[in-house]
T-cell receptor, first 110, second 116 residues
Framework: GENVEQHPSTLSVQEGDSAVIKCTYS??????FPWYKQELGKGPQLIID?????GEKKDQRIAVTLNKTAKHFSLHITETQPEDSAVYFC?????????FGKGTSLLVTP | DAGITQSPRHKVTETGTPVTLRCHQT?????MYWYRQDPGHGLRLIHY???????DKGEVSDGYSVSRSKTEDFLLTLESATSSQTSVYFC???????????????FGPGTRLLVL
């Protein structure tokens, strides 16, 4: 089945800096890659996604890039703010469900 | 808001007792999912459903059963709870993004289960 690896597991940045989280996947048939943000005590919330027919997608301060040849995709957050502190999960579709990375705990310090 | 509620939100039970968690959706989506979340493991799929009475196993289905007798409800049952099933359980639905046909998963608020 699909295996999704996510790095780093923890990331600490200063407010205003950029943060990058990287994921790799194993199933070349995967064609949908969402990212979720999870705040303490809440369910994961979709923040951005990308499909295999595009290489990059942006939404204000967040962007996702996809390299299908290398089977990796990344989340980029620019001008980080303290409210960006959360756990972020990448995922890849397996046809009927999503396979998730193990998460990255992002801490943005003022 | 994806129109998903989970009940109970918190539960403490004893080893060997049966436990049923409920996921309820208000928007008639075909696909529903149960995941468990544990430190160091991320989100792992337990079971999913693709319609009334249509269910299938996920990655970590041992010790769990599910039922879906109507579109809006997806039940997860631990027949005889064990301490290893202490976890946070999330229900999810698959629905369209915006106005298009492309779909993604949206999650409920979760149920914290402690098995003593």
């Amino acid at each position: 089945g699909e295996n999704v690896e996510q790095h780093p597991s923890t990331l600490s940045v200063q407010e205003g800096d950029s943060a990058v989280i990287k994921c790799t996947y194993s199933d070349s048939a995967s064609n949908y890659f969402p990212w979720y943000k999870q705040e303490l005590g809440k369910g994961p919330q979709l923040i951005i996604d990308i499909r295999s027919n595009v290489g990059e997608k942006k939404d204000q301060r967040i962007a996702v890039t996809l390299n299908k040849t290398a089977k990796h995709f990344s989340l980029h957050i620019t001008e980080t703010q303290p409210e960006d502190s959360a756990v972020y999960f990448c995922a890849a579709d397996s046809g009927y469900a999503l396979n998730f990375g193990k998460g990255t705990s992002l801490l943005v310090t003022p | 808001d994806a129109g998903i509620t989970q009940s109970p939100r918190h539960k403490v039970t004893e080893t060997g007792t049966p436990v049923t968690l409920r996921c309820h959706q208000t928007e008639n989506h075909r696909y529903m999912y149960w995941y468990r979340q544990d430190p160091g493991h991320g989100l792992r799929l337990i079971h999913y459903s693709y319609g009334v009475k249509d269910t299938d196993k996920g990655e970590v289905s041992d010790g769990y059963s599910v039922s879906r007798s109507k579109t809006e409800d997806f039940l997860l049952t631990l027949e005889s709870a064990t301490s290893s099933q202490t976890s946070v359980y999330f229900c999810a639905i698959r629905k369209a993004l915006g106005q298009g046909i492309e779909e993604t998963q949206y999650f409920g608020p979760g149920t914290r289960l402690l098995v003593l």
